[in-house]
Each structure stands twice: as C-alpha cells, then as structure tokens.
C-alpha cells in the first residue's frame, strides 16, 4: 500500500542521547515535511523539504535537523533530546510545493525523560 | 503562532445529528484545507476549498469559505460513529507554498 512508514513508532529515551525518527514513501512526491503534535497547540511545521537534496525551517525548528538526500527519506534528527521535545511527531509529503494536499504518516511517540 | 483556530474545541452530538465546526484564520490565504484525524493516527485530508470559492461538497462533508471574515466551516450531515475524530484546518500563507499551518482542532464525539 502506497504511502509514509514512520519508525519507531513509539520511542523512550534519556535527555542528552541522539536520536533519528526514519521517514520513507514510496508516491515519489517532491516535497516532505516534518510537524510536531502536542495537546493544545495543534500541529507546528519543524522543518520542510520541496524537493531531495533541498530543505527549509518550518515555525519550531531548533534541536532538530533534517536530510534530504534522496526523494524517498527524510529523516529527523535530535541531536540532544531534551524533555521538551516529548511529543508526537508526524512525517508527511505532498506532490509539490505547490501541491498542498498532504499525505501523513501514522506517527512515532517520543518520550524524553 | 496558530493561523488557524478552531471551535468548538470539543463537540458531542447524537448519531444521525448535524455536526458543525468552524474555523478562522488571521492572514489572507490561498487555499484552505479540512484534515480528520482518528485516535492515534495520522491526519487524513478531506477537503480543499480555493480562496475564490465559497462553498464546496464531497459526500456528507460540506464546506464554506467567507474570505471577508477570514472563516471557513465544516458541516458533517447525518453523523455516524464512524465519523468520531479530530478535524483540524490548515492553511497556506499568501506569501509562500512551503508551510500548511494548522489550528488547534476540534474533537468530535457522535453517541451512539
């Protein structure tokens, strides 16, 4: 089934440790995006790519960065995890930049204690 | 900071019911989109309305847009379990293509 598989799906981990939330699709759309989920605030862009090998910082983008070396993955990194970054994160892409339409992952839960 | 808002913030009707949500953003807009999200699942989109239309219809989900008041609603017609969930409103910002901005959303119950 076309679509974004996201890994882990669920994740518990110690301040300061490193950490990649993997993000693949297989639709061979242009753009990808990474949001973070936290209850009250809704959904906030981390960070953006229009298209492999380009990337961009979406509202919240500090502790996390990005990669986008082929059309497929976009995998986010905390380089130093901290409390604040507990959250659901969620990968998702659209066709284009233009093309707002966006497809979602199911999600990766992230603790950080 | 959120462009979009929604409200109500929680809504429980009976099934078979109406169900109404509402949505208003601050800047102006391109397009403005309605996603439905299931308990620990990932945002499904429903339906995109353009700045220049002002109401649209995809089964029992329709849509208005009033770009004067900066607001759009979503009306869900004869309700079903099926359709508990939280739907949210996302825009795009008039001056770039990159960012989709969410509100807060609005958590629907239908009892059964």
């Known amino acids: 089934i076309a679509g974004i598989t996201q890994a882990p799906t669920s994740q518990i981990l110690a301040a300061g440790r490193r950490m990649t939330l993997r993000c693949t699709q297989d639709m061979r759309h242009n753009a990808m995006y990474w949001y973070r989920q936290d209850l009250g605030l809704g959904l906030r862009l981390i960070h953006y790519?229009?298209?492999?090998?380009?990337?961009g910082k979406g509202e919240v983008p500090d502790g996390y960065s990005v990669s986008r070396a082929n059309t497929d993955d976009f995998p986010l990194t905390l380089a130093s995890a901290v409390p604040s970054q507990t959250s659901v994160y969620f990968c998702?892409?659209?066709?284009?930049?233009?093309?707002?339409?966006?497809?979602f992952g199911a999600g990766s839960r992230l603790t950080v204690l | 900071s959120q462009q979009g808002e929604e409200d109500p913030q929680a809504l429980s009707i009976q099934e078979g019911e109406n169900a109404t949500m509402n949505c208003s953003y601050k800047t102006s807009i391109n397009n403005l989109q309605w996603y439905r999200q299931n308990s620990g699942r990932g945002l499904v989109h429903l339906i995109l309305i353009r700045s220049n239309e002002r109401e649209k219809h995809s089964g029992r989900l329709r849509v208005t847009l009033d770009t004067s008041k900066k607001s759009s609603s979503l009306l869900i017609t004869a309700s079903r379990a099926a359709d508990t969930a939280s739907y949210f409103c996302a825009t795009d910002k008039d001056f770039g293509n990159e960012k989709l901005t969410f509100g807060t959303g609005t958590r629907l119950t239908i009892i059964p």
């Open positions: 998702a892409s659209s066709e284009g930049s233009g093309a707002y339409v966006l497809t």
């Open positions: 790519s229009n298209t492999a090998g380009t990337t």
